[in-house]
């Protein structure tokens, strides 16, 4: 009889109750893993892709119970870049060799459409040859094509979680899972290539959350799917829960490579954070992107969506290098390159 993380490799598919024994025992985890390394090699070799991380805001209109930089947080040291501060980013990280640049940041106001995409319009005629990604949460339709119009190539937005009663334990009454996954159709629509996930152990979630944020994946089927550890922070409604595990997070992520083989899949900084060699670890999971951080150092732990977060206090020069040689450790190399997925 085959085990289920043959049937998986094979099908991209399992049932939902062999999903669960999967997710629930650690039984498996070896053969997963291996298996998952060995997908990513048939489609993505040893490469690991590097995204430039601008956060260029932690302003945010919001108020998700879970993270450090909502707006009731009135503990949060507050900070946005200039147009030039961005550009002096891209300039250096260009050096660095990278071609992919992400604008990450709370929902803030201060940055209207117009500016959005005066900052887009400039990056992309800098640098023609990068990919231009924005993370800048849920907006309407209307201003997605708008930066899209501008030079936009990519968009991250993580559905967080699929079940929406779940969701609505998690955010509150203003926000709701439907408009963030409409958001998600709209995005696909437009012509973007897209980036989901979700939060891995978020508190109240049960295995039935994950596996209808697989099962959402499956319809969706983005190009890049982002999870990391939920990682508590002191200053948020959700202080007194416990965060999720590193353990986990890497079966998920090689759940993922093998129901997504084509999928460009962040082996992320909650996860460095959660323990020490965590992207190590999951790069080794199935993992074939990193996000190395290139926010100027002096707002870098403003950026505080949860607590003890790593990267903080390098110039992006040493992050680079550092992230590098865990590559290297890990048994991959960075290339210079976009990045783009490969579909199958
Ligand atoms: N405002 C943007 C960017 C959000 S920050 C947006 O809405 O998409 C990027 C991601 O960080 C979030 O999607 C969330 O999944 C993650 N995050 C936020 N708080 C977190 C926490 N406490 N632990 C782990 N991940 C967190």
């Not at 062999?18 to 498996?28: D, K, M, Q, T, V």
């Not at 998920?252 to 020490?276: C, D, E, K, Q």
Request: overall charge neutral.
């Amino acid at each position: 009889m085959k085990s289920p993380v043959e049937k998986l490799r094979e099908a991209r598919d399992l049932s939902d109750g062999e999903l669960r024994e999967l997710i629930e025992s650690g039984a498996y985890d070896d053969e997963l893993r291996k298996s998952a390394d060995e997908v990513r090699r048939e489609h993505y070799g040893d490469k690991v892709y590097l995204r430039g991380l601008i956060e260029f805001t932690n302003y945010c209109k919001n108020n998700c119970y879970y993270c450090g930089i909502r707006a009731a947080n009135t503990g949060a040291d507050r900070y946005r870049l200039s147009k030039e501060q961005i550009l002096d980013c891209c300039k250096e990280g260009y050096a660095l060799g990278y071609r992919t640049f992400v604008l990450q940041g709370g929902e803030d106001p201060y940055y209207t459409d117009d500016r959005i995409c005066d900052i887009v319009r400039t990056i992309r005629a800098d640098y023609p040859d990068c990919a231009i990604t924005l993370s800048i949460g849920e907006k309407p339709r209307e201003s997605y094509q708008r930066y899209f119009d501008a030079g936009a190539n990519r968009y991250l937005l993580r559905h967080e979680t699929a079940n929406p009663e779940h969701y609505a334990k998690l955010h509150p009454g203003s926000m709701s899972s439907e408009n963030r996954k409409r958001c998600l159709w709209d995005l696909k629509e437009i012509g973007y290539q897209v980036g989901s996930g979700f939060m891995v152990g978020s508190p109240y979630q049960t295995t039935d959350d994950l596996i209808a944020d697989l099962r959402f994946l499956q319809e969706l089927q983005p190009d890049m799917i982002g999870i990391g550890p939920y990682i508590t922070h002191r200053s948020t409604p959700f202080a007194d829960m416990p965060s999720g595990s590193a353990e986990l997070t890497l079966r998920m992520l090689s759940i993922l490579r093998l129901m997504f083989p084509y999928a460009l899949l962040p082996a992320t900084t909650a996860l460095g954070t959660i323990t020490p060699t965590g992207r190590e670890l999951g790069l080794q999971a199935g993992g074939n992107v990193v996000m190395p951080n290139l926010s100027p150092t002096t707002v870098r732990k403003k950026y505080d969506l949860y607590e003890n977060k790593i990267c903080t206090g390098e110039e992006s020069a040493q992050c680079r290098n550092c992230l590098e040689m865990r590559v290297k450790s890990a048994g991959y190399q960075v290339v210079t390159d976009r990045g783009d997925v490969k579909r199958s």
